[in-house]
């Protein structure tokens, strides 16, 4: 039994509210549960130095957690004036992903940043953030198309993630934080719409996992990217 009561391969309740910041090209609040994500996307009409006259674009993220989103007070990271590795890796994660499912030269010289700021931790933050992020980058894009700005849609399919785990000896799909907290393994799975592969980032916390195993949380992962996606088609229809 799940400590949230949930069937193994049930998704936590999604909801993604869009239009939540006012100056944003494209926003949304994303909740899995009890983790909640703000996304944003800032449009840009230069790209970064490195790809000045290249004809492509580029698709960044930045990744924070507001103080109190924990359990416990975190310290503000600007206040030590640098970044965590966890931070650093997360962000990385998110831009990654994103530009996976964009065709960049579409996207012409310009760049497209998305922040997260993780407003209350569940688990699975960096899992939402995708998922929410790509729909402020879809808001974003279509911003662009509608101005004329561009003419050919830049974006390719959806892109979303979850987190799948084994805890107690069971996969389970999207962990929340009890779960995550003890889970022997512990997965993120970054996928496109068609159910194609971005990202796969595995580990064993407490103990090793078979390639059974590691095919079943990727069965769990394929099975909630159709509850993600049509949480994305809702939010932007």
């Not at 090209?25 to 994303?30: D, K, T, V």
């Not at 924990?70 to 994660?93: D, H, K, M, V």
């Not at 729909?135 to 979303?160: E, F, M, Q, W, Y």
Request: charged letters at 25%; hydrophobic letters at 40%; glycine letters at 12%.
């Amino acid at each position: 039994m799940r400590p949230s009561g949930r069937n193994l391969s049930e998704m936590r309740p999604i909801s993604i509210e869009t239009g939540v910041m006012r100056h944003a090209e494209g926003s949304c609040l994303i909740r899995c549960g009890d983790t909640h994500v703000l996304c944003t996307a800032s449009i840009e009409d230069r790209p970064p130095r490195f790809l000045k006259g290249t004809g492509l674009g580029w698709v960044t993220a930045e990744y924070g957690m507001l103080p109190r989103a924990t359990n416990s007070r975190n310290r503000r990271e600007a206040a030590s004036g640098q970044q965590t590795g966890r931070t650093q890796e997360i962000q990385r994660l998110i831009g990654r992903s994103l530009r996976a499912g964009i065709d960049r030269s579409a996207l012409g010289e310009r760049q497209i940043t998305i922040d997260c700021d993780v407003i209350q931790a569940d688990g699975g933050t960096r899992c939402a953030s995708i998922t929410g992020g790509w729909v402020a980058l879809r808001l974003a894009v279509n911003k662009l198309l509608k101005a004329g700005t561009i003419t050919s849609d830049p974006i390719l399919d959806h892109v979303a993630a979850v987190s799948c785990g084994i805890y107690a000896g069971q996969p389970l799909a999207d962990l929340d934080y009890a779960e995550d907290s003890e889970a022997g393994t512990d997965g993120n799975f970054v996928l496109t719409g068609a159910g194609r592969l971005i990202e796969v980032q595995m580990s064993a916390e407490g103990a090793t996992f078979s390639r059974d195993e590691m095919g079943k949380l990727l069965d769990l992962a394929e099975t909630g990217m159709a509850d993600l996606v049509a949480a994305q088609k809702a939010a932007i229809a």
